[in-house]
């Protein structure tokens, strides 16, 4: 079964880190390009970061640059977003989502359940 | 502010044809590939539409897409009630080199 699961989620105090893990079942993790997408609480889907199948090119959205940090690990078959810095307002159920090509970007295809990031104090 | 626009909220009753706009720029819908997923409430998006008009397996033909300059549409004929979700666009950005998503649009299934 093609699979993407999430962890590493939960409730962090503001300006502390945390780092998020997805695991890959079912495919060939390291022919994709993956990416981190995140959808705060009643509201729309923003794209976090992208990492390509060989992490030769990595992109991140403007406001999550310098506080966030992408990487995978083709031979775990996993995938990752440090974050540092936090703030209220990265408060979001984070998805690791597989891009269908090796590069950045041709679509998301495959989609984990997520995990849920609460800053708060 | 989302980079891509989409209406918030559209509806239709069982059997029309619905279509959701989505409007954007030269850096992206312009001169890129459009996306579009279908979020049903508390699950994880689905790839709906990909590379404009093309549709993964087990996406019915009642759903496609289409682009005219820069601004992209989704169509869905022959509504049907499962069919009630939010719907989202999106793009690669040359300008921000990222992925942009449009605010999504709420499909209403009176």
């Known amino acids: 079964e093609v699979q993407l699961v999430e962890s590493g989620g939960g409730l962090v105090q503001p300006g502390r880190s945390l780092r998020l893990s997805c695991v890959a079942s079912?495919?060939?993790?390291?022919?994709?390009?993956m990416h981190w997408v995140r959808q705060a609480p009643g509201k729309g889907l923003e794209w976090v970061s992208g990492?390509?199948?060989?992490?030769?090119?990595?992109e991140y959205a403007g406001s999550m640059g310098g506080r966030f940090a992408i990487s995978r690990d083709n031979a775990r078959n996993s995938l990752y977003l440090q974050m540092s810095s936090l703030r209220a307002e990265d408060t979001a159920l984070y998805y690791c989502t597989s891009d269908r090509g090796a590069t950045l970007s041709d679509g998301f295809d495959i989609w984990g359940q997520g995990t849920m990031v609460t800053v708060s104090s | 502010q989302s980079v891509l626009t989409q209406p918030p909220s559209t509806s239709g009753t069982p059997g029309q044809r619905v279509t959701i706009s989505c409007s954007g720029s030269?850096?992206?819908?312009?001169?890129?590939?459009v996306y579009w997923y279908q979020q049903l409430p508390g699950t994880a998006p689905r790839l709906l539409i990909y590379r404009i008009n093309e549709r993964p397996s087990g996406v019915p033909d009642r759903f496609s897409g289409s682009r005219s300059g820069s601004s992209a549409s989704l169509a869905i004929s022959g509504l049907r009630s499962e069919d009630e979700a939010e719907y989202y666009c999106a793009a690669w950005d040359d300008s921000l080199s990222g992925v942009v998503f449009g605010g999504g649009t709420k499909l209403t299934v009176l």
């Open positions: 990492i390509s199948w060989n992490s030769g090119t990595i």
């Open positions: 079912g495919f060939d993790f390291d022919d994709f390009a």
């Open positions: 030269l850096s992206n819908i312009g001169s890129k590939y």
